[in-house]
Structure formats: structure tokens, C-alpha cells
T-cell receptor
């Protein structure tokens, strides 16, 4: 079984520029998550999709962050414009091969490390 | 914040010793999961314990859950250098929305 794929692996941009991250979840997984992990901290949930619908985006800074999951498969997270405090690792995870499941583990990609200068 | 808190923040032990880390959380949960993260990598699922379970084992891992105290512990027995990583607990208060704690950084000295 192929894992969660993320690209790019690293990205360096200047503040006020825009950036996009891509995620391809495990085939058949209905739920997709984007997490932000600042150095030394735990992952913070940004947005959760169930198929192509948003379940939770309460912690997504919507003035600068946007995300979409086209056709309920892969997903893109965008930041525009970026701020210095956006420097972090952006992790994508997927779960729930049978749809909504309270007891499915998350499968993570290796993340995209973003540095904003 | 719905995130949990792990304790201690950092732990350093000799190979062969046991490592214990704790997680406290704030809200009622459906389940609690533990994950490991090696440097520069994504998180890897270790074990899940449901809210109606008190203890669970998987290989060298033992997890306990006390819902009355809103706390969980992860015990790694006979630690190895390869166990060096950060460990996080994740709680699912509702549905399958997971909130992670602050993590415990474990160093196992060969």
C-alpha cells in the first residue's frame, strides 16, 4: 500500500509571497487532514475533509490560508500572502477507508517544511 | 485549546531501561492514540485505546487510560536506540477529529 504523498519536501519563500502544498492520500481513504507543526510543538489541525466536503476548518486562518480537495482525492493547501510566523512543517494525513470511523488511525506523509524569510 | 499535554517534555534513558510518558487532556473522548515522530518525518501510529478500555498492549508498548482523571500513559519496555523520537498523544473528542499534545522527546542512549 502506497503511503501519503506530499510535495514539495522543502520550500523557502519571502514574506508576502504565495505558496502551495500538494497531498495525495492513501487510495480509498475518505478523510484527509492538514496539520501545521511549528518547531518543538505538536501538530495543529488546520482543516479536515470528508471526501470533498469540509468537516472542520475552525483553526484555518481563512484570511490567508485556503484548501481544496478536488474530486475527493488529492488536496492542495495554499498560503497567500505568507507571514514569518507561517514557517512550519505542513503535514497531510488520511484515514477512514470505510468512511467515517471513530477508531481509524491517521496515516501521515513526511510533510513540507516551509521557511518564510 | 483541546490539545493534550505530554509529560515530561524531554526524557533521556539508557538502552534497556523502560520509558514512561504521560498525557493529560481536557475534554471527553471517543479514543486516544499515541504516535511516534522521528526527526524530519511524519507521525507514525503506535496504538489506539478506546474510551471504554483501561489498558492495552502492543509488543513492547503498554498504554493505560484513566478517563476519570483524563490521563493516559505510554510505557516502552526494554528501550532501544531506535526508539529515540518524539511521542505524541492524540485525542478524538468527537467523530474522527484528532487533536495532538505537545509531545515528549525521548532519547535512548546506547
Amino acid at each position: 500500500e502506497a503511503g501519503v504523498a506530499q510535495s514539495p519536501r522543502y520550500k523557502i519563500i519571502e514574506k508576502r509571497q504565495s505558496v502551495a502544498f500538494w497531498c495525495n492520500p492513501i487510495s480509498g481513504h475518505a478523510t484527509l487532514y492538514w496539520y501545521q507543526q511549528i518547531l518543538g510543538q505538536g501538530p495543529k489541525l488546520l482543516i479536515q475533509f470528508q471526501n470533498n466536503g469540509v468537516v472542520d476548518d475552525s483553526q484555518l486562518p481563512k484570511d490567508r490560508f485556503s484548501a481544496e480537495r478536488l474530486k475527493g482525492v488529492d488536496s492542495t493547501l495554499k498560503i497567500q500572502p505568507a507571514k514569518l510566523e507561517d514557517s512550519a512543517v505542513y503535514l497531510c494525513a488520511s484515514s477512514s477507508p470505510q468512511g467515517i470511523s471513530y477508531n481509524s488511525p491517521l496515516h501521515f506523509g513526511n510533510g513540507t517544511r516551509l521557511t518564510v524569510t | 485549546s483541546q490539545q493534550g499535554e505530554e509529560d515530561p517534555q524531554a526524557l533521556s534513558i539508557q538502552e534497556g531501561e523502560n520509558a514512561t510518558m504521560n498525557c493529560s487532556y481536557k475534554t471527553s473522548i471517543n479514543n486516544l492514540q499515541w504516535y511516534r515522530q522521528n526527526s524530519g518525518r511524519g507521525l507514525v501510529h503506535l496504538i489506539l485505546i478506546r474510551s471504554n478500555e483501561r489498558e492495552k498492549h502492543s509488543g513492547r508498548l503498554r498504554v493505560t487510560l484513566d478517563t476519570s482523571k483524563k490521563s493516559s500513559s505510554l510505557l516502552i519496555t526494554a528501550s532501544r536506540a531506535a526508539d529515540t523520537a518524539s511521542y505524541f498523544c492524540a485525542t478524538a473528542p468527537t467523530g474522527n477529529q484528532f487533536y495532538f499534545g505537545t509531545g515528549t522527546s525521548l532519547t535512548v542512549i546506547p
